[in-house]
């Protein structure tokens, strides 16, 4: 249990101090990301080696970015968008959290002001509506309706007298309930629309009544008061959206900047091991706090569950070439066999003993294991000897991939290969 959680128990207030993710929080963000690095740990691992043991003259923030790119658009790689940032700035960990402060600050304030934004504009737009409704083409349009309107009172007045003579000259004959039940229909309708017009030219003699010049001067003093009030609400709103996206790319940028700065030293001091895990520890704290204090912190959250496939099968491919006699290399593929078959035939799932897929599914790739492995040592030029085994298992993943069917698929197929290549010279 964590010092924090003691004081709670003893019902002492925590002193305050900076915000820090939570341990579930550190546990989910490094989760995925350990995923995301063992699933492309042979399209990066060599390059972070790479960055643990560089001269430091050629040590740099922006190394972090170039080692990482492979990683990006991959699924999982919007956890570490700070360190995938085009750009950064300089930063320590008190500037991120100030300038972040600040945001959280603007952001708080955004929802009023949207409101208060919302409340004017539907303000003003009655009173535009108010100001038109006193207006002569409003009052033209009001004459010419409700002489329409009496026009069809007074059609309607006749129809209703029309009916009610024809219901009382029924009523006197014999066997005329049908002619009279649809007379009263006919008349019940007439009657319901003549209210209607009735109550109509009333509205409109209101609205006729109410748009008169005094009126029109007093809704356009109000008018214009709203106006003056709903720029002043807008320039104050566009004032704090745009200082919301300077502090955001500040952020971003500061973060980025942190972030990449603090992987790099943890990296050169040789923090944790040159591992998907250890370096998913290292990241899982950013940008709130560093490499160093993530680690420590992670390391103290149990992982669960094998690595990824991908990676296990790296790890083969490095034990075996780690054991490789110097003298013959052409052996590495064989040594990745007897790796394999080293294996445990079964394996426990559920408190059963099951066949070992993994071992089996592998066995029956040898063919293009050691196609792979031969590929690897006849590169020109020629990797380095400590990247050959990520150049093998590379070729061996791309080779048991699900290849493109359709023309589509193949270009888009075509177009990743050669964004890797660029990024891979």
């Excluded at 349009?141 to 026009?151: A, H, N, P, S, W």
């Excluded at 706090?289 to 490095?318: T, V, W």
Aim: glycine share 4%; aromatic share 8%; proline share 5%.
């Amino acid at each position: 249990m964590i010092v924090g959680d003691k004081r709670e128990e003893q019902g002492t207030k925590p002193k305050p101090g900076k915000k820090t993710p939570s341990e579930d929080e550190l546990r989910a963000r490094r989760d995925d990301m350990a995923i995301l690095l063992e699933l492309e740990w042979v399209n990066i691992g060599w390059q972070l080696h790479r960055l643990r043991h560089s001269p430091k003259k050629l040590q740099s923030p922006e190394n972090v970015r170039t080692a990482l790119e492979p990683l990006r658009g991959k699924h999982g790689s919007d956890r570490i968008t700070f360190l995938l940032r085009p750009t950064s700035i300089p930063a320590k960990s008190p500037d991120v959290r100030a300038t972040k402060k600040a945001l959280d600050a603007v952001r708080n304030r955004l929802p009023v002001l949207r409101a208060t934004f919302e409340a004017q504009m539907k303000t003003f737009k009655e009173l535009w509506s108010a100001y038109y409704e006193t207006s002569e083409t409003y009052r033209s349009y009001l004459m010419t309706e409700i002489t329409r309107r009496v026009k069809n009172q007074l059609q309607l007045e006749e129809e209703c007298s029309e009916q009610e003579n024809l219901i009382k000259i029924f009523q006197n004959a014999p066997n005329a309930n049908n002619q009279i039940a649809n007379l009263q229909a006919h008349l019940d309708k007439c009657r319901e629309l003549l209210r209607a017009e009735n109550d109509g030219i009333d509205d409109l003699g209101k609205r006729m009544i109410a748009a008169t010049r005094e009126n029109r001067m007093f809704v356009r003093k109000k008018a214009k008061t709203s106006l003056e009030t709903l720029r002043e609400a807008k320039v104050e709103l566009e004032r704090e959206l745009a200082e919301e996206r300077r502090l955001d790319d500040r952020y971003q940028d500061q973060a980025a900047g942190f972030s990449r700065q603090s992987f790099l030293t943890f990296s050169i001091l040789e923090r944790g091991k040159h591992h998907p895990r250890h370096v998913a520890n290292a990241w899982a704290g950013l940008p709130e706090m560093a490499c160093k204090q993530s680690y420590s912190k992670c390391q103290r959250i149990s992982f669960h569950g094998e690595p990824q496939r991908n990676f296990q099968i790296f790890e083969l491919f490095d034990r075996a070439w780690a054991n490789r006699d110097v003298r013959k290399p052409q052996d590495f593929g064989n040594l990745v066999m007897k790796k394999i078959r080293d294996l445990p035939k079964t394996r426990e799932f559920y408190g059963t003993r099951v066949a070992n897929y993994f071992r089996e599914e592998l066995l029956k790739k040898a063919t293009m294991i050691r196609l792979a492995t031969d590929a690897a040592l006849q590169l020109k030029p020629r990797p380095h000897p400590q990247e050959v085994p990520y150049v093998a298992t590379r070729k061996f993943l791309e080779s048991i991939s699900p290849k493109p069917t359709s023309a589509l698929e193949r270009v888009l197929f075509q177009k990743c290969n050669e964004s890797s290549s660029i990024r891979g010279a």
